[in-house]
């Protein structure tokens, strides 16, 4: 059946593979491991209010399901000056992932990338927290608990099921 729905569903789904294989497992924006369901494709300027980049590779990427809910980044315009099909003429009101370098703009207290040290960030990195609310209660604590599944490393589906096939063979 070649619909335009499942023409539609296949080609987000060999999107969301290239993304993902392109920039591994993580929230491009931050950097946290996904984890579960309800990660989603983003369009950095919204497709809503700048359609003519619906379709720019560069203005697409692969985020947690926290950085992109209605209540961080949602709907929310990211462009200072949107330049009509010229995306690389656009201001960006918060870092943007591909042109922008995070570590020179976001600085943080600690090592682990928990706190923000907010008087080293750059106004853009400042910015960029304040849109996604980064430090608030919620996130500080996403942050902090995602590094720990990260530091966890747990086994893999296949060495999990090997172990249990041992364990209950075992006489
Ligand atoms: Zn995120």
């Not at 996904?34 to 989603?40: K, M, R, V, Y």
């Not at 042109?99 to 682990?112: H, M, R, S, V």
């Amino acid at each position: 059946m070649n619909s335009w729905k499942a023409i539609k569903k296949r080609v987000k789904n060999e999107i969301s593979k290239k993304l993902l294989a392109k920039n591994g497992p993580y929230c491009v924006y931050c950097e946290r491991v996904l984890i579960g369901t309800g990660n989603q494709i983003d369009h950095f300027a919204h497709k809503a209010l700048h359609s003519q980049f619906t379709f720019n590779p560069v203005n697409l990427f692969y985020s947690c399901s926290f950085c992109n809910s209605s209540a961080r980044k949602g709907q929310k315009n990211t462009i200072n000056n949107p330049v009509q099909f010229r995306y690389d003429l656009c201001q960006f009101k918060i870092v943007h992932p591909y042109f922008d370098n995070p570590d020179t703009e976001i600085l943080y207290q600690d090592a682990d990338k928990v706190f923000f040290d907010l008087p080293s960030c750059s106004n853009l990195g400042r910015d960029t927290i304040a849109f996604f609310k980064w430090d608030d209660i919620h996130m500080t604590m996403f942050r902090a608990r995602t590094l720990k599944i990260e530091r966890l490393n747990p086994l893999s589906p296949i060495e999990e099921q090997q172990l249990i096939l041992s364990i209950i063979s075992y006489k």
